[in-house]
């Protein structure tokens, strides 16, 4: 079974702080890596999308892929009470099934 | 704007009865998605379509049943309810290649009695 693992958290960090998030799975010839969020009660929406190893940044978000190490994180620069929320990483091969973790809750504290 | 709806917000339904969820998405998207989603062990694939009449399994199709006759419309089919799927079903939609990014509907809450 293709696995995607997050640390559940609760992860708490202070506004302005930066929100580190880590994921990594298990399928070696997973081609395509996203962060979703998703508030409570809500379905998840599309932060980022990554393909290549390195990082990639928008905004105050930075999605970092290590495919040797099967590793995807993401990092949330100035983080706001706003970004409270639940952080799932997707993992998607060719064959473009879509796998997602467990997700990781995140809050952001005044 | 892409849009995947899902019919049915909240059901509640008695074990034993047959339950259909059905999704339509509007931007003539190759792949369709089924998948619940539990506290603590987030979205689980039920099955996915990547073609009219194709399907294929995912994670956990036991107890569910799939359907796609036409391109838009995916319909998750529970033949005989149980308690243990009650849950949140979450319908997804997606263009080919598997870069693109998968769109949700807002969700199916479900209640099994």
């Known amino acids: 079974q293709k696995e995607v693992e997050q640390n559940s958290g609760p992860l708490s960090v202070p506004e302005g702080a930066i929100a580190s998030l880590n994921c990594t799975y298990s399928?070696?010839?997973?081609?395509?890596f996203f962060w979703y969020r998703q508030y409570s009660g809500k379905s998840p929406e599309l932060i980022m999308s990554?393909?290549?190893?390195g990082d990639k940044e928008d905004g105050r978000f930075t999605a970092q892929l290590n495919k040797a190490s099967q590793y995807v994180s993401l990092l949330i620069r100035d983080s706001q009470p706003s970004d409270s929320a639940t952080y799932l990483c997707?993992?998607?091969?060719?064959?473009?099934?879509?796998?997602f973790g467990a997700g990781t809750r995140l809050t952001v504290k005044p | 704007d892409v849009k995947v709806t899902q019919s049915s917000r909240y059901l509640v339904k008695r074990t034993g009865e047959k339950v259909f969820l059905e999704c339509v998405q509007d931007?003539?998207?190759?792949?369709m998605f089924w998948y619940r989603q539990d506290p603590g062990l987030g979205l689980r694939l039920i099955y996915f379509s990547y073609d009219v009449k194709m399907k294929e399994k995912g994670d956990i199709p036991e107890g569910y049943s799939v359907s796609r006759e036409k391109k838009e419309r995916f319909s998750l089919i529970l033949e005989s309810a149980s308690t243990n799927q009650t849950s949140m079903y979450l319908c997804?939609?997606?263009?080919?290649?598997?870069?693109?990014?998968?769109?949700f509907g807002e969700g199916s809450w479900l209640t099994v009695v």
């Open positions: 997804a939609s997606s263009s080919q290649p598997s870069k693109n990014t998968i769109y």
């Open positions: 990554i393909y290549s190893n």
């Open positions: 399928d070696r010839v997973s081609q395509s």
């Open positions: 931007m003539d998207h190759e792949n």
């Open positions: 997707a993992v998607r091969s060719n064959n473009n099934d879509m796998r």
